[in-house]
């Protein structure tokens, strides 16, 4: 199993929605990431904080508000979406933002899609 | 901008099959080398990383990877692949222009019968 916990799992929603997902992990990493992963694509950077604070956007579209309370949390509040939004999203964490050896610890993901 | 080329995008093989996939990358400063796996319905999980010392790293379950720094390749190996090892693998790096970003490659589905 792994460390880092996203919830829900699935998620539906309809192009006029506001949904959020939310990303805990409690082994004191001070880096969390999210990711949208296509299918049989590999995962895309969409967001980075460093300790609480953002510190890499990849041009997302606005329709993509991530939000991070703590150093525990993280969350990715949707609204508007469109159909080519539906994907897995991947959220990450590593223990040092200045420290790149240390590998990206991934949860399991939440399977979004835009009807 | 760094980018991860993995040229092999299916493989099968049989079991006790030797496995090499290749992951080439394009930056010519320092990187941190890292090769994933995703299990069948499972998170990405780390195989094994590279960023200093003994170019040949040993990661979990049998696996290995070789840097070459003149090839800017950091291929992944097994000697003996087992039909558990059907999964997605994945080379990303992240280089000294910014270590929080993480690039990964295509990816590589093996497929191993038994």
């Known amino acids: 199993d792994t460390e880092v916990t996203q919830t829900p799992k699935h998620l539906v929603m309809g192009m006029t929605n506001k949904k959020s997902l939310k990303c805990e992990q409690h082994?004191?990493?001070?880096?969390m990431y999210w990711y949208k992963q296509k299918a049989k694509k590999p995962p895309e950077l969409m967001f980075v904080?460093?300790?609480?604070?953002?510190?890499i956007n990849e041009s997302v579209p606005s329709r993509f508000s991530p939000e991070c309370p703590n150093s525990s949390l993280l969350n990715l509040h949707l609204h508007a979406l469109q159909p080519e939004d539906s994907a897995l999203y991947l959220c990450?964490?590593?223990?040092?933002?200045?420290?790149?050896?240390?590998?990206?610890?991934f949860g399991d993901g939440t399977r979004l899609s835009i009807l | 901008a760094q980018s991860v080329s993995q040229h092999n995008h299916h493989v099968i093989l049989s079991e006790a099959a030797s496995l090499e996939l290749g992951c080439n990358y394009s930056?010519?400063?320092?990187?941190?080398l890292f090769w994933y796996v995703q299990y069948p319905g499972q998170h990405l999980q780390l195989l094994l990383k590279?960023?200093?010392?003994?170019?040949l790293v040993k990661g979990i379950k049998g696996f290995e990877a070789e840097f070459i720094k003149s090839k800017f390749s950091f291929n992944l190996r097994k000697p003996s692949v087992q039909w558990s090892d059907t999964a997605e693998y994945f080379c990303?790096?992240?280089?000294?222009?910014?270590?929080?970003?993480?690039?990964f490659g295509t990816g590589t589905r093996l497929l191993v019968s038994p």
């Open positions: 990450a964490s590593s223990q040092d933002p200045d420290r790149g050896y240390q590998p990206q610890h």
């Open positions: 082994m004191g990493h001070r880096a």
């Open positions: 904080y460093s300790y609480e604070k953002l510190s």
């Open positions: 930056y010519g400063g320092t990187v941190n």
């Open positions: 590279y960023f200093s010392g003994d170019p």
């Open positions: 990303a790096v992240n280089a000294d222009t910014g270590f929080q970003k993480l690039v």
